[in-house]
């Protein structure tokens, strides 16, 4: 470690750990901050499951054709099916790559040859019907990795009432689980709240 300030023996010092999702405070200091308003979580799609959606989203050649196109137009823009992706507890739930890589992904035909798709880098809304599979597939991978966990949140939340029971390390552990499922609910809780006023609310951009 080292300082620029001057000090003397004795001196109380502190240290600026700088604003980092609680992933990194408990590996590098061994610390989690309770609703960390830095923190995320990354959020992986697989091959299999970008395979998965293109097989289900495009049925013909004629339509395949589309998802060539979406990856073409996405990679114009620095968007790549990475599967690398993160998300938080904001408005919206989800970095911006991931929700515009999706919004592309999902855009009908008649959105892509419209131009309609042009919307999702001004961060704005292709249609109605768009969002709601948009968000249907982010609360559906929420929920898988929601179920990943051996318990539930408020499984761990009563752990945390009972400190006694388990040592510094495993409260830790037991504190960054909650957190990471305090943001997979925020997310699966908004989706939920986005699908249900795009129904109510159908409208289309173009």
């Known amino acids: ?4 300030t001057s000090f003397l023996k004795g001196d109380e010092v502190n240290i600026a750990y700088g604003k980092h999702p609680n992933s990194v405070l408990f590996h590098y200091y061994g ?12 959020i992986e799609i697989t091959e299999d499951e970008w395979a ?12 395949d054709f589309f998802w060539e196109k979406k990856v073409e137009i996405m990679a ?3 968007l790549y099916l ?3 992706y993160t998300a938080y507890k ?3 739930p989800c970095s911006w790559n991931l929700l515009t890589t999706l919004r592309l992904i999902f855009a009908t035909e008649k959105e892509i040859k419209s131009g309609a798709f042009l919307f999702v880098f001004e961060d704005r809304v292709i249609s109605s019907s768009n969002e709601i599979l948009v968000w249907t597939f982010l609360k559906k991978k929420a929920k898988m990795i929601s179920s990943c966990f051996s318990c539930s949140l ?4 009563k752990k945390i009432m009972e400190q006694t029971k388990y040592s510094e390390e495993q409260i830790l552990v037991i504190q960054l689980r909650i957190e990471v499922k305090k943001i997979l609910n925020y997310l699966i809780d908004y989706a939920t709240s986005t699908i249900s006023s795009s129904s109510l609310n159908p409208q289309t951009k173009f």
Do not use: A, C, W
């Not at 470690?1 to 620029?4: A, G, I, K, Q």
């Not at 610390?31 to 990354?42: G, K, L, Q």
């Open 76 to 78: 114009q823009y620095g």
């Open 1 to 4: 470690m080292v300082t620029h």
């Open 154 to 157: 408020e499984e761990d939340q």
């Open 82 to 84: 990475s599967g690398k």
């Open 90 to 92: 904001s408005d919206p």
């Open 31 to 42: 610390f989690v901050i309770p609703d960390n308003p830095e923190d995320s979580i990354p």
């Open 52 to 63: 998965l959606l293109r097989k289900d989203l495009h049925t013909s050649s004629s339509s």
